[in-house]
T-cell receptor, first 114, second 116 residues
Framework: AQSVTQLDSHVSVSEGTPVLLRCNYS??????LFWYVQHPNKGLQLLLK??????LVKGINGFEAEFKKSETSFHLTKPSAHMSDAAEYFC????????????FGTGTRLTIIP | GAGVSQSPRYKVAKRGQDVALRCDPI?????LFWYQQALGQGPEFLTY????????KSGLPSDRFFAERPEGSVSTLKIQRTQQEDSAVYLC??????????????FGPGTRLTVT
């Protein structure tokens, strides 16, 4: 079985300061890991994905994540928060066994303080 | 190009009614997925198609839920005798890939179902 745990349900940061959204995963197989973002009343958008290539993955809008197998973590970071980053973020795992179904975490709501 | 589209965007049903939710995937995408997102939660997998074949329906919560993709493109999720606990956003996603690879799933805007 595969699962992800998002350690914070809500994170608030000031505009211009770093963002850290934490995620731990559990998978019986070599996982593929993703971060998706969901803005209010908009569809889910892929930020970045890890599929056993480079452990440091760069995504859109300045976000990046590092796969750490020893810590079973895939935390999402951004050096400087922007007001437009306010949204719900989901850490997601897929184990490629049989199909590509995605298992989502419960989400982290990111609030940006002006 | 066009993304994944879903219709209707909003649906209000009285308890006990049947509903049908439509998904138009990106043209040429082999894989199609349905997810259910309850309020304040992450999406949960319902079912998966590869072309017209339904390869995994392990996430369907009850036999009132039925999905089909008869020609390997458009898919319909049907819920019979709706209950209040069925209220959620139903998301459709498509992917270009066959199983065993990990390509991006493109999500539609969802259908928000409210059962009264």
């Amino acid at each position: 079985a595969q699962s992800v745990t998002q350690l914070d349900s809500h994170v608030s940061v000031s505009e211009g300061t770093p963002v850290l959204l934490r995620c731990n995963y559990s998978s019986s197989y070599s996982p593929s890991l993703f971060w998706y973002v969901q803005h209010p009343n908009k569809g889910l958008q892929l930020l970045l994905k890890y599929t056993s290539a480079a452990t440091l993955v760069k995504g859109i809008n300045g976000f990046e994540a590092e796969f750490k197998k020893s810590e079973t973590s895939f935390h999402l970071t951004k050096p400087s928060a922007h007001m437009s980053d306010a949204a719900e973020y989901f850490c997601v795992v897929s184990d490629l066994e049989g199909n590509e179904k995605l298992t989502f975490g419960t989400g982290t709501r990111l609030t940006i303080i002006p | 190009g066009a993304g994944v589209s879903q219709s209707p965007r909003y649906k209000v049903a009285k308890r006990g009614q049947d509903v049908a939710l439509r998904c138009d995937p990106i043209s040429g995408h082999v894989s199609l997925f349905w997810y259910q997102q309850a309020l304040g939660q992450g999406p949960e997998f319902l079912t998966y198609f590869q072309n017209e074949a339904q390869l995994d329906k392990s996430g369907l919560p009850s036999d009132r839920f039925f999905a089909e993709r008869p020609e390997g493109s458009v898919s319909t999720l049907k819920i019979q005798r709706t209950q209040q606990e069925d209220s959620a956003v139903y998301l459709c996603a498509s992917s270009i890939a066959l199983s065993g690879t990990s390509y991006e799933q493109y999500f539609g805007p969802g259908t928000r179902l409210t059962v009264t």
